[in-house]
């Protein structure tokens, strides 16, 4: 079922296009993830161009000492429109020289649970770059399924259809006969309805929910370097803490012109939400993350085709 949500992306500058998504159809995705060596100087693969793009921001972090990709460290950046992803998560695998099958496989698996600890639409994740050995990418590849296998088994991904809100309530219906009832004509019920702010409210509670759980059912946008600069004010963290004894995630400023998406909603019904609404939040389920994995060109179709299996006898 993993596999079906995962794929293989070759290491190169149309990366800076975004993912490719099919038939030459390229975007950009809510996070990436770049796992990178402590010894690693200096970088290379993906956390190079990154880097190259961003006029070495990166390389600077790290000879600030604000990271040092240490073993499960865990640094959040903001991202920018010149770049695939929203932010970026950089993740420590340690000393290259340290970084065995059994140890890259179980590091593999920390940084999958970090990334989706942090509720993203879909990830970007690139293996350390430089790798020549064909042993750790295959232990980290097999990590990385089983980790994301394992978050799949979590969600119900059959598809689902939402509960539309109702048009109208009819317990309203009859209260408003009741105020015509009770109002001397229908001018001045007029005007009181304009002047009361709760049933404006209540309306575009109702409007608000209904178009959130639409771009919830929506998936994954083609227009994503089109949308306005989220607001950076008072934004959050989401994430929750790491694994017991893994180190904490740091956040790093943004440069002038970085862009921090907003904090994901909750999820919760809005104030004023008619039980429609409510049906509809409770109906709906969390989509899967799309997980797009860049390796370097000579390990791109090895892993494709360890994604697909071993080839099937054709029928005749």
């Not at 865990?74 to 920018?80: A, F």
């Not at 649970?113 to 064909?134: S, Y």
């Not at 929910?209 to 227009?223: K, V």
Request: proline content about 8%; charged content about 30%.
């Amino acid at each position: 079922m993993s596999r079906a949500w995962l794929r293989i992306e070759a290491l190169g500058r149309a990366l800076f296009d975004g993912v490719d998504v099919g038939e030459g159809v390229r975007r950009r995705v809510d996070l990436g993830v770049l796992l990178h060596c402590e010894d690693e100087r200096p970088l290379r693969g993906l956390a190079a161009l990154v880097d190259w793009r961003c006029s070495g921001a990166l390389s600077g972090l790290l000879r600030s000492g604000f990271c040092t990709g240490e073993p499960g460290e865990s640094v959040l950046l903001p991202g920018r429109r010149d770049l695939p992803a929203e932010r970026w998560l950089l993740f420590g695998m340690g000393r290259q020289d340290a970084l065995d099958p059994a140890r890259a496989k179980a590091l593999a698996e920390r940084a999958v649970a970090c990334a989706l600890r942090l509720r993203p639409r879909d990830v970007l994740l690139a293996l350390p770059g430089g790798n020549e050995e064909r042993e750790l990418a295959e232990a980290m590849l097999s990590a990385i399924v089983a980790a994301h296998e394992a978050a799949l088994r979590e969600l119900e991904v059959e598809p689902h259809e939402a509960v539309a809100p109702d048009e109208a309530d009819p317990g309203d219906a009859h209260d408003d006969d009741a105020h015509d009832d009770d109002a001397h004509d229908d001018d001045a019920h007029d005007d009181e309805a304009a002047s009361d702010p709760h049933a404006s409210a209540d309306a575009s509670a109702s409007v608000d929910s209904a178009f959130a759980a639409a771009l919830r059912d929506e998936g994954p946008h083609d227009d994503d370097d089109d949308r306005p600069e989220p607001d950076r004010r008072g934004v959050a963290a989401a994430h929750d803490a790491p694994p017991e004894g893994g180190p904490t995630v740091a956040h790093a400023g943004a440069d002038e012109g970085a862009s921090t998406p907003a904090s994901a909603d909750d999820g919760a019904p809005h104030a004023g939400s008619s039980s429609a609404d409510a049906r509809s939040h409770a109906a709906a389920r969390p989509r899967p993350c799309p997980l797009w994995l860049v390796a370097d060109g000579r390990h791109a179709g090895r892993l494709r085709r360890f994604i697909e299996g071993p080839p099937r006898a054709a029928e005749e």
